[in-house]
T-cell receptor, first 109, second 112 residues
Framework: GEDVEQSLFLSVREGDSSVINCTYT??????LYWYKQEPGAGLQLLTY?????DMKQDQRLTVLLNKKDKHLSLRIADTQTGDSAIYFC?????????FGAGTRLTVKP | NAGVTQTPKFQVLKTGQSMTLQCAQD?????MYWYRQDPGMGLRLIYY???????DKGEVPNGYNVSRLNKREFSLRLESAAPSQTSVYFC???????????FGSGTRLTVV
C-alpha cells in the first residue's frame, strides 16, 4: 500500500507498557519519527530514529525499527495518565513528511 | 520562544466566503508547510514552501492558495470556502534532517 498505517486505538492500564505499531512505505526515508498530539494542540516531536539503527531508547520511550518489514514501533514504559494522547508515526522520504492516521492511546487508572 | 504561531485559532465561515490563515515562525527555518487534519485520516499536505520564494502543491491543494511572504511567514488562503474544507489546519516549519517539524497549535475551521 501507499499509506503509513497505524491501528487507531490502544487502551492500557496505568503502570503497564504501551506498544504502538506502525508500518511505513518508503525504505528511502532517512529518519522515522513519532509525534504526540494532546487535545486541542499541535503535534509535538516525541522522538526519531535514524534509518540505519534498530533501536533507540530515550528514558521511558523505546523505538524499534525493522527495515526489512518496514515496521516501526514505540514502546512507552510505565505508562501514565499524562501519556493519554494521539501518537503519529511519520516517514520523510523527500522534502515533505507522510503521517499515519494516528493511534489514540487511552490510559486507565 | 514562540516557535510557530497560527492565527486565528477558531473560525466559522459561510459557504462561498474567503479567508486567509496566517502562520509565522521565529526559528529561521527554510521550509514551511500547511496540513489539514481530518478524523481518521491523519495529516494531509496541502502546500509547502521548501525555501523563501518557492511554493509547491501537496496531496490536497484544490481550493487553496498560498503565499510565502518572507522567510518567516506562510499564509493559506481559501478563496471560496466549501463545507468539505471544514477541518483543523496546521502550519509547520522545518530545517530538515532529524529535527523533524515544529507545528503550530492549529486553526479549527468550520464552513457552514
Amino acid at each position: 500500500g501507499e499509506d503509513v498505517e497505524q491501528s487507531l486505538f490502544l487502551s492500557v492500564r496505568e503502570g503497564d507498557s504501551s506498544v504502538i505499531n506502525c508500518t511505513y512505505t518508503d525504505s528511502s526515508s532517512t529518519y522515522l519519527y513519532w509525534y504526540k498530539q494532546e487535545p486541542g494542540a499541535g503535534l509535538q516531536l516525541l522522538t526519531y530514529i535514524f534509518s540505519n539503527m534498530d533501536m533507540k531508547q530515550d528514558q521511558r520511550l523505546t523505538v524499534l525499527l525493522n527495515k526489512k518489514d518496514k515496521h516501526l514501533s514505540l514502546r512507552i514504559a510505565d505508562t501514565q495518565t499524562g501519556d493519554s494522547a494521539i501518537y503519529f508515526c511519520a516517514e520523510s522520504p523527500s522534502v515533505d513528511m507522510r503521517f499515519g492516521a494516528g493511534t489514540r492511546l487511552t490510559v486507565k487508572p | 520562544n514562540a516557535g510557530v504561531t497560527q492565527t486565528p485559532k477558531f473560525q466559522v465561515l459561510k459557504t462561498g466566503q474567503s479567508m486567509t490563515l496566517q502562520c509565522a515562525q521565529d526559528m529561521n527555518h527554510n521550509s514551511m508547510y500547511w496540513y489539514r487534519q481530518d478524523p481518521g485520516m491523519g495529516l494531509r499536505l496541502i502546500y509547502y514552501s521548501a525555501s523563501e520564494g518557492t511554493t509547491d502543491k501537496g496531496e490536497v491543494p484544490n481550493g487553496y492558495n498560498v503565499s510565502r511572504l518572507n522567510k518567516r511567514e506562510f499564509s493559506l488562503r481559501l478563496e471560496s470556502a466549501a463545507p468539505s474544507q471544514t477541518s483543523v489546519y496546521f502550519c509547520a516549519s522545518s530545517e530538515g534532517g532529524r529535527g523533524g517539524y515544529t507545528f503550530g497549535s492549529g486553526t479549527r475551521l468550520t464552513v457552514v
